[in-house]
């Protein structure tokens, strides 16, 4: 069975930096591109980036609100996937969510709440 | 980015009875590879969204045949033929064929 388990999540104040995980298992991992996902709270779902395989490249794509201040990374040693987030801002504050490819498998979500 | 346009927002069903959600983009779903990279997700009260139906209309394997999806182009339609109480929930609809993938506002599925 797939999981997914994201964690680091919490309160950061604005300008901070805050790196979640997401530790998966019941597939093989390294064989498949990765992504992030978030939904403020009362909103739809918003891709935030993604990861190919490391065979692939690894290459990264992010979405224009975070480029520059997020950055998707693999371990693929330890089956998790990364999100190190800096410059923090309000509008960041989340659930965030790790999806695999194809969006078939979410994880539960860690909330990432900025304050000011 | 391809703007998805979800209606209605809010639907009150009678359980037992038929439901439909529509979800228009901005710009054609088709993609250079023929296929239409169109998803629709179901959120239950406090769970992580989950996907339903990939590429149009092809349901995951853990959804009931209750569901379908159908549409081309730009107007896509999920439809449940009868509404059970399982069924409550927020369903949204993604493209995935345009860069970045874009979702729809989401309609709130619930019981009279």
């Known amino acids: 069975e797939v999981q997914l388990a994201e964690s680091g999540g919490g309160l950061v104040k604005s300008g901070g930096s805050l790196r979640l995980s997401c530790a998966a298992s019941?597939?093989?991992?390294?064989?498949?591109?990765m992504a992030w996902v978030r939904q403020a709270p009362g909103k739809g779902p918003e891709w935030v980036g993604q990861?190919?395989?490391?065979?692939?490249?690894?290459?990264?794509d992010h979405a224009a609100p975070v480029k520059g201040r997020f950055t998707i990374s693999r371990d693929d040693s330890k089956n998790t996937l990364y999100l190190q987030m800096n410059s923090l801002k309000i509008e960041d504050t989340a659930v965030y969510y790790c999806?695999?490819?194809?969006?078939?498998?979410w994880g539960q979500g860690t909330l990432v709440t900025v304050y000011s | 980015d391809v703007v998805m346009t979800q209606s209605p927002l809010s639907l009150p069903v009678t359980l037992g009875q038929p439901a439909s959600i529509s979800c228009r983009s901005s710009q054609s779903l088709v993609h250079s590879d023929g296929n239409t990279y169109l998803n629709w997700f179901q959120q239950r009260p406090g769970q992580s969204p989950r996907r339903l139906i990939s590429?149009?209309?092809n349901r995951d394997s853990w959804v009931p045949d209750r569901f379908s999806g159908s549409g081309s182009g730009t107007d896509f339609i999920l439809k449940i033929s009868r509404v059970e109480a399982e069924d409550v929930g927020v369903y949204y609809c993604m493209q995935g064929t345009h860069w970045p993938q874009t979702f729809g506002q989401g309609t709130k599925v619930e019981i009279k």
């Open positions: 999806i695999t490819s194809g969006w078939s498998h």
């Open positions: 990861i190919t395989t490391s065979s692939d490249g690894g290459r990264t």
């Open positions: 019941g597939f093989t991992f390294s064989n498949s591109h």
């Open positions: 590429k149009v209309s």
